[in-house]
C-alpha cells in the first residue's frame, strides 16, 4: 500500500517553488491537495491512516464524533471522504461575499452535536478556527481537528486534538523576511483564499 506521502506525489499535489500560503507566509513547497482528491481512490487510499486514528479513539471512548465540517474549498472533499468511512454526516463552511466563513445551503448543526473539524492541508489551522467560530456559534462543540497533511511549523499549537495523515517539515517565512523574495523568486498565490490587500 502507498503512503499519503507516495499518493501527493504520484498526483502532481506538492509542489516546489515560491509561494504565498493563505496564511500570508512565503514557503517553498505548497500542497494543492485538489490534485489528489480528483481520485477517488486516491483520496480514499490517503485518508485511510487518518481514519484508522480516528477508529481507534473513537473505539476507545477517547474521541466521540456526531459530524464532520470542512472549510470550503480544501476541506469539502476530505470531510465527505472521512464521512463516507466513517459513516458519519458531512457538511462545509463556506465565504459569503464579504469573505466572512458562513454555514449556508441548508446545512444545520444541533446544539451539543460533537464537530471533527476536516482540511486538506494544515499550516496555522486559520480556517478551521473560521468554521470552528461558526459551529459553536450554533451550539454545537468542536471535539478535534483532522487533515491530509501537518505541515505546521513547530510551535504552532492548535486548541484541539489534531489527527493527520502526513506530517511534512516545509520551510516558510513571514512575507517581510522571506529568504525566496531576497533572492528574487517571483511568488505565486496557488491557494483560493483572497487576502487582504
Known amino acids: 500500500m502507498k503512503t ?7 498526483s502532481g499535489a ?4 515560491h509561494f504565498l500560503l493563505s496564511s500570508g507566509r512565503h514557503s517553498d513547497r505548497y500542497f494543492q491537495c485538489a490534485r489528489l482528491l480528483q481520485y477517488g481512490d486516491r483520496a480514499a487510499a490517503a485518508l485511510e491512516p ?8 473513537m473505539a476507545s471512548g477517547a474521541l466521540a464524533i456526531d459530524a464532520i465540517v470542512g472549510p470550503a474549498l480544501g476541506g469539502i472533499i476530505v470531510a465527505y471522504e472521512l464521512g463516507r468511512q466513517l ?9 459569503d461575499d464579504t469573505g ?3 454555514l449556508r445551503r441548508g446545512f444545520e448543526v444541533r446544539q451539543g452535536e460533537r464537530i471533527l473539524i476536516a482540511e486538506d492541508v494544515v499550516t496555522t ?13 450554533l451550539g454545537a462543540r468542536v471535539v478535534a481537528l483532522a487533515g491530509i497533511v501537518d505541515r505546521r511549523a513547530p510551535g504552532i499549537e492548535l486548541p484541539w486534538p489534531f489527527y493527520s495523515a502526513c506530517q511534512v517539515q516545509v520551510s516558510d ?3 517581510d523576511s522571506c529568504a525566496l523574495c531576497q533572492r ?11 487576502l487582504p490587500s
Open 4 to 10: 499519503t506521502i507516495e499518493l501527493l506525489k504520484e
Open 87 to 95: 459513516g458519519l454526516r458531512a457538511l462545509f463552511t463556506e465565504r
Open 14 to 17: 506538492l509542489l516546489e517553488g
Open 50 to 57: 487518518l481514519v484508522k486514528k480516528l477508529k481507534i479513539d
Open 125 to 137: 489551522g486559520k480556517s478551521s478556527g473560521e468554521s470552528a467560530k461558526i459551529v459553536e456559534a
Open 173 to 175: 517565512w513571514p512575507a
Open 184 to 194: 528574487g523568486i517571483e511568488v505565486v498565490k496557488p491557494g483560493s483564499r483572497k
Open 100 to 102: 466572512a466563513m458562513t
